[in-house]
């Protein structure tokens, strides 16, 4: 009796393990199954994404193809003349431009200063006829005491205001609607860079690049770039921001070699900050200045100083087209022959050279490039930047 009692207890235990075991594995499964289908839910949305990307916007990969098919057809030479940003010549304009193969010509008040709306237009007009790739046409329109078109002759109805007035008036909406207006004009002369904003701070009235910023600090200075940016873009306009590290308080640049002794720390806590606001909204370009910015490159004008673009390039990552400052200034013309500026300028990282000296700077460039002094490599990828700002401009669509 007490064998039959013991085995009754023993199948009863051995059924309730057995049913406790089976309840624990079902347990498990339920918990490890939904974890198991994350984690492979995830690697395919990791694996989607990697390869997706180029199918989310096939024009890119369509303006890549077309920019180096381009570039497969150009000879040295084509390539050298577009990295030139060239000053309209006195006398043989269209012959330079078919010589040189320029990148884009550079208006100034001599070029306006005799013109009526229609004559500049067919003069623009012919600049681009005898050119085989579309030429940047360039003018400096800041607006107030920076401006090309409002040299009189009625080429614009009403002069451009600064942008420090405009700002004070009707803030950022002003700002906006200004660079709507202004951006019709220059379309309407095939005006496409405008080399605006500035996004220098400059807080000093008596500095010399004060009336050509907002007056205010690198914040509101910050917001005033990206909505310049921004604005410009949806007119396709292209957008400079100048002068790159930030002209700050300091003297004239055009007249004497400037030394900016600023500490690194305190241009990156402000003056960089309103370069910063303008690459992340997707400016085009960014101009050098020619100061000497002794806390970054002791040695050099900022124009022509690799440390100076290396920064701009690595820290704050800006991909687009490097410019330098007009090569006539006294800031670089003292320092460096224009021979040789136009090379330092491109061996130190930029990608388009203001120059009244094309003539001689770009036998030089070619030369180097044969002798091997200067890189084919670095050569292209400043030819690719040029481009891709010009088809983003539509330019290489006409």
């Given amino acids: 009796m007490i064998t039959s009692v013991v085995g009754i207890l023993l199948l009863i235990f051995g059924i309730s393990f057995s049913i406790m075991w089976l309840v624990n594995k079902s347990n498990n499964i339920v918990q490890t199954k939904p974890i198991e289908e994350t984690k492979h839910t995830s690697t395919e949305v990791v694996e989607e994404s990697q390869t997706s990307q180029p199918n989310q916007d096939p024009s890119l990969k369509e303006q890549e193809k077309k920019i180096n098919d381009l570039m497969k057809s150009m000879s040295l030479e084509e390539k050298v003349g577009q990295l030139f940003l060239a000053r309209v010549p ?38 681009q006829e005898v050119s085989k790739i579309p030429l940047f046409i360039t003018s400096d329109e800041e607006g107030g005491t920076v401006s090309r078109l409002s040299g009189g002759n009625g080429l614009v109805t009403k002069p451009f205001k600064s942008p420090m007035e405009i700002y004070q008036e009707a803030g950022l909406t002003g700002i906006r609607s ?35 910023t907002i007056g205010v600090d690198a914040e509101k200075t910050s917001e005033y770039v990206k909505a310049s940016v921004e604005a410009l873009k949806k007119q396709q306009i292209a957008s400079t921001l100048k002068h790159f590290p930030g002209y700050g308080d300091n003297r004239d640049s055009h007249v004497e070699i400037v030394y900016d002794t600023r500490s690194l720390e305190t241009l990156r806590g402000n003056d960089f900050l309103p370069f910063k606001a303008g690459i992340a909204a997707g400016t085009d370009s960014i101009m050098v200045s020619h100061n000497i910015v002794t806390s970054i490159d002791d040695t050099m004008p900022a124009s022509i100083s690799q440390p100076v673009h290396d920064l701009l390039r690595n820290e704050l990552g800006f991909q687009g087209v490097i410019m330098t400052d007009d090569m006539d200034m006294a800031g670089l013309a003292d320092f460096i022959t224009q021979e040789e500026a136009g090379l330092a300028a491109l061996k130190s990282g930029n990608d388009l050279i203001l120059s009244s000296s094309f003539q001689v700077q770009i036998p030089y460039v070619i030369q180097a490039i044969e002798q091997g002094s200067y890189s084919e490599e670095a050569l292209n990828q400043s030819v690719y930047r040029v481009l891709k700002m010009k088809s983003d401009l539509g330019l290489l669509n006409h």
């Fill in 90 to 127: 006195i006398e043989a304009q269209q012959e330079s431009l078919q010589e040189y193969h320029l990148g884009g010509y550079l208006l100034f008040g001599r070029d306006m200063e005799n013109e009526t709306p229609n004559s500049l237009k067919e003069k623009i007009y012919s600049y």
């Fill in 178 to 212: 200004d660079i709507q207006q202004k951006s019709a004009v220059l379309r309407s002369y095939g005006i496409q860079v405008g080399l605006f904003p500035d996004a220098d701070v400059a807080t000093d009235p008596e500095a010399f690049i004060y009336d050509r």
